[in-house]
T-cell receptor
């Protein structure tokens, strides 16, 4: 079935560590996105990419990095510079409306 | 400042009744408004899109209205069922079709009681 696959679903990080969240899509969409969701808040855009080898910062890009080497893949790295990384992370692709993955929950120990 | 407000954090209704969820916005001029459903611990799922020049959109038991004068969208679920229990998110698109421009509300948690 076509869709967005995120992994891992749960991830624990020690302070000072970088972690990478995987996002793969087989919908053949050009545009891909990373959002962060915190309790009681709307989804906030971290990074987005409209085409391979190009990506743009969203509203809360500080402390995060991405790459887009293949159309199907858009991994997100949460770096040690992100001061409050505990959150639910959602990857999406789009050809109009958004198609979301199942999310990755990151907890800092 | 720009703001999107969805009505009360939680809404409880009896099975069979119509649920009405509200999305109010200030200092936006959206070209589109979208509604998503999100179940606990899962990603949102797209439900409906309505354009600024459309007053109403329907899909099965769902109906969305869009009033640009009141700066408000209403989302209705008729003949509600316990399976409709979820969080519903509205999202505004100012750019006219680019998902980059989507801004999300914080959601309304709906519980349909049997």
């Amino acid at each position: 079935d076509g869709g967005i696959t995120q992994s891992p679903k749960y991830l624990f990080r020690k302070e000072g560590q970088n972690v990478t969240l995987s996002c793969e899509q087989n919908l053949n969409h050009d545009a891909m996105y990373w959002y962060r969701q915190d309790p009681g808040q709307g989804l906030r855009l971290i990074y987005y990419s409209q085409i391979v080898n190009d990506f743009q910062k969203g509203d809360i890009a500080e402390g995060y990095s991405v790459s887009r080497e293949k159309k199907e893949s858009f991994p997100l790295t949460v770096t040690s510079a992100q001061k409050n990384p505990t959150a639910f992370y959602l990857c999406a692709s789009s050809r109009g409306e958004l198609f979301f993955g199942e999310g990755s929950r990151l907890t800092v120990l | 400042s720009q703001k999107i407000e969805q009505n009360s954090e939680a809404l409880n209704i009896q099975e069979g009744k119509t649920a009405t969820l509200t999305c109010n916005y200030t200092n936006y001029s959206p070209a589109y408004l979208q509604w998503y459903r999100q179940d606990p611990g899962r990603g949102p799922v797209f439900l409906l899109l309505i354009r600024e020049n459309e007053k109403e959109k329907r899909k099965e038991r769902l109906k969305v209205t869009f009033d640009t004068t009141l700066k408000q969208s209403l989302f209705h679920i008729t003949a509600s069922q316990p399976a409709d229990s979820a969080t519903y998110l509205c999202a505004l698109d100012e750019a006219g079709g680019s998902a980059r421009q989507l801004t999300f509300g914080s959601g309304t948690q709906l519980t349909v009681l049997p």
